[in-house]
């Protein structure tokens, strides 16, 4: 480990590291615009200069330099100072003095180090240069005089997207960053080049001229458009979310967040569900609580009632509504909305046991019925990761479009029960592997892929796709039948919590009640709509795929008649003459920690260890199409939001369209 | 500096350039550049396949050549690798021109040492052809560019004309080699001075004299 001295403080910094690193490990502050943790090292902005002796007597980009013994560090010379003021001017030379209208304002890189490190005056009297917007997409927007060339987001697109969209064209001062023609960037993580950005020359689109940085407030939330459990901060400025940006967790989403989890926030204020409804001769019309509350009381449920968990809902939610069900009688409780009905008697065996962070460490990858890019754009940035580390993959379902070579093996998922032979080599020769089961194959190829997981050493995994369903299965929302046991009980009241992917028509002699926040499938079924509160406008707890617990906070408040979830249930017990035992939200939480005490708690739940294989087991079935047909699209929020809709008809379908009109 | 960006993306362009192609030699020309790399890293045969792609169009076109995007892409697709990487390239280096250049792509260094030794007389003598800066002459035989140091200072001026130098020029033997190239003749290239063979001091050496002959130990006369 080698020893420098930083500003005549000695310190020993890790081997490999940079001098830009070891000055961070001394507590100074090195100005940077190229320079990104999680990205290659680029070297060309030049802003973190510092002296190094030994060396040429001249300043060094510390970013690029490695840090060797005895190294003596300065970055509070002179010569520093001089240096970081003659970069700073250099780039500003051609930066338009554009700040109070640039939506970067408040939040711009350059912004914040020309005030500390530049000179505060300009020299410069000559013509800037301007160069012209670029088209990069319903997401993206460009106003490219005010790019400085860090070329952050070519970098991030090659190395992290993987989707090479992103260039640059051109020499020296021409040098334009641009997409090839101008084509829109068509990934899922291409909204993050905006995080990168350290100036005002990506933007985003849907938030451009909405607010101002410092004038939204910040709430630390969960990303419930899949079931990675990305750490987003919702910022909200009244009762609107104006937008929501990725938080830093090295074990979930690095820095990262897919385009629906970032972009899908302007749904929640279109289509919402802001009174109660009831369903008359003439379709739906408002009521009073009271009214809709007695009209479910009417219908006397007793404990032929039963309660479906949406996707979108949180652990107390589900909660609140279990406690409301067994104080009727009735255990009648679900959260595979579609029909799934895998076993559930062990946690750990629908679980995704390597963690993100460990996936990493994978030489060998066999992934059946997923297409991860779209169910989880983080997860796959993960294996993208494994992949240049030397991984090999291999996918049994339709094609679709990895990142990374893969090897396709068919869609017959009785594959797996011959495989060729290079691919057990490649798991048996691998230290650390993993076996990762989509959605779509769990039917088929549940226990065998658990069998070759034991055979091979591997880590099992289960990718699910809702954000609910780790917490749900926890709180045990699952029949051994699956949703044919509901159907078959034949509830006389069905609940239904924001569940707008399931299939309404077995229910039609039950009163069907929608818990739920936006008008889609599920209220336009419904008898009874009760307004809630989406996932921004109530506290509540998420387990992702990987088991993780975590705790999302209020944002706003819901907007019209809607209230928080569990007060409705809260209130409709009373309405049924039950008790459920709890009045406030904290109470709720208590009773639902004493139930389930991993969710008290938040990090890795411990599922214990996983069943034993049988290794007889066979897979079988087809894997014909994924579950999702639209990545843009996939929950009522997502819907709701007219970003989501441009993007899917532009991104998704803006080429069927082109050539239906050529 | 010129005008890098590439020539606008129309569908006359995809219609002429669409079906591009490397000829039968072409092919064998590019596979022999691929081939000079290790398996796996055939992208970095780039630059020769763009040249070669370029020398093409060029004799399609009997001009010097040019890249226009349907062939980028064809490159792009040939090794495998994202368009955007090749275009990136094409557009740095000057040797590839984005644009469509006339049968011979007349080059003037302008850079200090040949502006010092006459470049701007160069230029006028082209102008006074009917050539200007970027753009290809009406005969379609001459394009203009001005470009910056090509690495012949020593025999300063010097213009590039397609693939040949002509070195140590004055504006009257500039105007004889464009005439002999517009009568199809292959002008004498490198240095124009008589009994000069490439950089040497005009009227013999100047230093190292006793080298000229036979091999000279000067090591005794190190003071």
Redesign the interface.
């Known amino acids: 480990m080698p020893k420098v001295t930083v500003d005549g403080q000695e310190i020993e910094v890790p081997e490999g590291a940079t001098v830009l690193q070891a000055c961070e490990l001394a507590g100074k502050e090195i100005p940077r615009f190229c320079y990104h943790e999680r990205l290659s090292i680029a070297g060309n902005c030049r802003m973190c200069l510092v002296e190094v002796k030994p060396g040429p007597p001249k300043p060094q980009a510390s970013c690029a330099l490695p840090a060797t013994d005895g190294q003596e560090i300065r970055t509070d010379s002179q010569m520093v100072k001089t240096a970081r003021e003659g970069v700073m001017e250099f780039l500003l030379i051609n930066h338009p003095l554009d700040c109070p209208i640039c939506d970067q304002g408040g939040e711009c890189d350059l912004q914040d180090q020309s005030v500390a490190y530049g000179r505060g005056a300009t020299r410069y009297e000559e013509n800037k240069r301007a160069v012209t917007e670029k088209y990069m997409g319903p997401l993206i927007k460009t106003v490219m005089t005010r790019c400085i060339h860090c070329t952050r987001c070519v970098r991030f697109s090659e190395e992290i997207a993987g989707v090479d969209e992103i260039g640059a064209v051109g020499r020296g001062e021409d040098m334009q960053i641009t997409t090839y023609l101008e084509q829109a960037a068509e990934h899922e993580l291409s909204a993050n080049v905006i995080d990168l950005c350290p100036v005002g020359a990506l933007t985003s689109r849907p938030y451009a001229f909405e607010a101002r940085p410092w004038e939204l407030k910040k709430t630390l939330s969960i990303d419930v458009s899949d079931a990675v459990g990305a750490n987003i901060r919702l910022d909200s400025r009244g009762r609107e979310v104006m937008r929501a940006l990725p938080r830093v967790n090295d074990a979930v989403n690095e820095e990262w967040l897919s385009d629906k989890g970032r972009y899908m926030v302007d749904g929640l204020s279109k289509r919402r569900l802001d009174k109660v409804f009831m369903r008359k001769k003439d379709g739906l019309k408002p009521v009073s609580w009271d009214e809709a509350f007695k009209a479910i009381a009417k219908a006397k449920p007793g404990k032929d009632i039963a309660a479906i968990a949406g996707d979108l809902v949180d652990c107390e939610t589900m909660f609140a509504a279990k406690a409301l069900l067994k104080a009727c009688g009735s255990s009648l409780i679900e959260g595979r909305q579609t029909g799934m009905d895998y076993d559930v008697s062990n946690l750990a065996a629908v679980n995704f046991n390597s963690t993100f962070e460990g996936l990493e460490q994978a030489k060998a990858i066999l992934i059946v019925g997923s297409h991860i890019r779209w169910e989880a754009p983080l997860v796959n940035v993960r294996i993208r990761k494994a992949v240049k580390r030397g991984a090999k993959v291999f996918v049994v379902g339709p094609h679709w479009d990895t990142t990374y070579p893969a090897e396709f093996l068919g869609t017959d998922l009785a594959v797996l029960n011959d495989l060729p032979g290079h691919i057990a080599d490649a798991f048996k020769g691998a230290e650390r592997s993993a076996v990762i089961v989509g959605g779509g194959a769990l039917k088929g190829a549940h226990g065998k892929a658990l069998a070759l997981a034991s055979e091979w050493g591997a880590d099992f995994n289960v990718l699910h796709f809702s954000a609910a369903r780790m917490g749900g299965l926890m709180l045990g929302f699952a029949q051994k039948g699956g949703m044919n046991d509901i159907v078959v009980a034949k509830p006389k009241v069905l609940i239904s919590l924001g569940a707008d992917e399931m299939n309404f028509e077995p229910f039609a002699d039950s009163l069907k009640v929608y818990i739920g926040h936006h008008g889609d499938k599920g209220a336009h079924a419904a008898d009874i709509i009760l307004p809630a509160a989406s996932f921004a406008e109530k506290d509540g707890t998420y387990v992702n795929t990987e088991g993780r617990v975590q705790f999302a906070e209020k944002a706003v408040f819901a907007p019209g008649d809607a209230r928080e979830d569990w007060t409705i249930l809260r209130a409709l017990a009373d309405a049924l003459g039950v008790s459920v035992g709890f009045d406030t939200f904290a109470q709720l939480q208590s009773a639902m920690i004493a139930e389930v005490p991993a969710l008290g708690e938040e990090g890795l739940a411990d599922y214990g260890a996983l069943p034993k294989a049988d290794a007889k087991t066979k897979a079988q079935g087809t894997m014909g199409a994924y579950p999702i047909k639209d990545f843009y699209l996939t929950n009522p929020i997502a819907r709701a939001s007219a970003v989501m809709q441009h993007c899917s008809s532009e991104l998704l379908h803006g080429g069927e369209l082109a050539e239906a009109a050529e | ?1 010129a005008d ?2 590439p020539a606008p ?1 129309t569908p006359e362009l995809r219609e002429r350039w669409g079906a591009f192609e490397f000829t039968e030699s072409y092919r064998a020309k590019a596979d022999r550049a691929i081939a000079r790399y290790p398996e796996g890293r055939q992208r970095s045969a780039v630059m020769p396949l763009l040249d070669l792609a370029q020398r093409q169009v060029g004799e399609e076109t009997d001009t010097q050549g040019w890249l226009p ?1 349907p062939v980028i892409e064809y490159v792009a697709d040939y090794l495998d ?5 090749v ?2 390239v094409a ?2 280096y000057f040797m590839y021109n984005m644009k469509p250049v006339g049968k011979y792509h007349v080059q003037v260094c302008g850079t200090t040492p040949c502006m010092l030794r006459g470049s701007d007389g160069l230029i006028e003598t082209c102008k006074k052809r009917g050539m200007s800066k970027g753009h290809v002459s009406e005969d379609g035989l001459w394009t203009l560019t001005e470009v910056e140091c090509m690495g012949n200072c020593a025999t300063a001026p010097m213009v590039q004309i397609n693939d040949d130098n002509y070195e140590d020029l004055t504006p009257e033997r500039l105007d004889e080699i464009l005439d002999e190239l517009a009568a199809g003749k292959q002008p004498k290239t490198g240095t124009q001075i008589e009994g000069k063979h490439t950089s040497e001091p005009e009227g013999g050496p100047t230093t190292l004299r006793e080298m000229v002959d036979a091999n000279h130990d000067y090591r005794g006369e190190w003071k």
């Open positions: 500096m890098r960006s993306d995007l690798m994202p368009v955007i990487r275009l990136e557009s740095f």
